[in-house]
């Protein structure tokens, strides 16, 4: 093994243990739902308001979020391990997720997952290559609050295969 690659091991290692907030990303252009699991996402400015969603370009959700003009971005209750493992281990290729969980139209059309009741809408306003992931910067245009309980957590959600390969 070269320093390069122990140092890439490490670093994998390193970031394994971390521990953050889950989130289920929904878009739609047209007709078409799509939406994945996702743990790289991240507030970037408090002034203006923006989060970035990191999606994997072998997903679904990615092949459709290009196009579209908003994302929403759920909040996974700790309790919700069924909808991090269908979001997260199933993919829109192979199944109809949409079929699977109760949901409703949201602002521009945008799924609004009903198991969450802690999500906000936010408009694309641009996508920046990340390396395997592209980056989503959003302008929350709506946003909803529920419940105050725990998130669902990295942790958690090491144990669900991903649906389609990182
Ligand atoms: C713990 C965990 C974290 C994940 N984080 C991300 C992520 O940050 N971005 C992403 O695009 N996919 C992520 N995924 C993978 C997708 O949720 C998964 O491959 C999903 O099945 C893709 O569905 P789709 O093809 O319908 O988009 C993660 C999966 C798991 C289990």
Known sequence: MNATEATGGTFHELVGDLD???FVVT????????????????????????????LSRNNRTYRVARSADLL???????????????????????????????????????????????????????????????GFLLEPVEAHRGHRGPQFEFHRAKRIEPGHPA
Request: with cysteine.
């Open 20 to 22: 953050y907030s889950m």
């Open 27 to 54: 878009t739609t252009v047209g007709s078409e739902p799509a939406g994945c699991l996702v743990g790289f996402a991240s507030q970037t400015s408090i002034d203006p308001p923006r989060f970035l969603v990191c």
């Open 72 to 134: 929403a971005v759920h909040f996974v209750p700790r309790q919700a391990e069924w909808l991090a493992a269908l979001f997260g281990g199933r993919s829109g290729d192979d199944v109809d997720k949409f079929s699977r969980c109760a949901w409703h139209p949201g602002p521009g059309g945008v799924p609004v997952i009903e198991a969450c009741d802690n999500w906000f809408a936010g408009r694309v306003l641009d996508r920046v290559d990340l390396g395997d992931h592209v």
